[in-house]
């Protein structure tokens, strides 16, 4: 079975939705992977765009948390943890989904999620800065480092370092997208 997802093009041209289209049909046939909706085939006729994708029989997250009114401390252990190892796999592909919420986690029929929707993703390149990292910078890291440490003694070093390695070498997507 398959979802078809169609969109009429003069809309998308009206709405300026054009690169949104082209940035969600690139991440889906990038992503080989269990955790992103599979991206059957893309096409196009006159009037519209196509992308036909595998259908999951469970339907959405915000859907079973609607039925279930409050989750096991277990069920959200588990989506919790499916849906960090989708988040890793977008970045791994250096996309920032930017539309996280329930309603684009989609359960198949095992159980597990995928993550969907990717309209308003971004693609960065996130890359190490050098090795030649100047005096002030490793005071600056030492001294987040430090923070950490003290704000959460069971942090440990590495992991300190690590925390600190990470905002020195994160980029920004310099806008607000997605649902309120």
């Given at each position: ?39 059957k085939c ?22 079973l948390l ?82 950490s440490v ?31």
């Amino acid at each position: 079975m398959v979802a078809i997802k169609k969109m009429k093009k003069s809309e998308m041209i009206f709405k300026n939705q054009v690169a949104h289209v082209r940035a969600e049909r690139d991440i889906l046939a990038l992503a080989n992977n269990p955790w992103i909706v599979e991206l059957k085939c893309s096409f196009q006729d006159e009037n519209y765009l196509y992308l036909v994708m595998e259908y999951l029989q469970g339907g959405d997250l915000m859907t079973l948390l609607m039925e279930k009114d409050i989750l096991s401390e277990d069920m959200s252990r588990f989506y919790i943890a499916e849906t960090i190892l989708a988040i890793e796999s977008v970045h791994n592909l250096n996309y920032i989904h930017r539309d996280l919420k329930p309603d684009n986690l989609i359960i198949g029929k095992d159980g597990h999620i995928k993550l969907s929707d990717f309209g308003l993703c971004k693609h960065v390149e996130i890359k190490p800065k050098s090795e030649n990292v100047n005096e002030q910078m490793r005071n600056d890291l030492s001294n987040i480092a430090k923070e950490s440490v003290a704000r959460n003694p069971n942090l440990g070093r590495v992991q300190a370092n690590k925390r600190a390695e990470y905002v020195r070498n994160r980029q920004l997507a310099f806008s607000t997208v997605g649902t309120p």
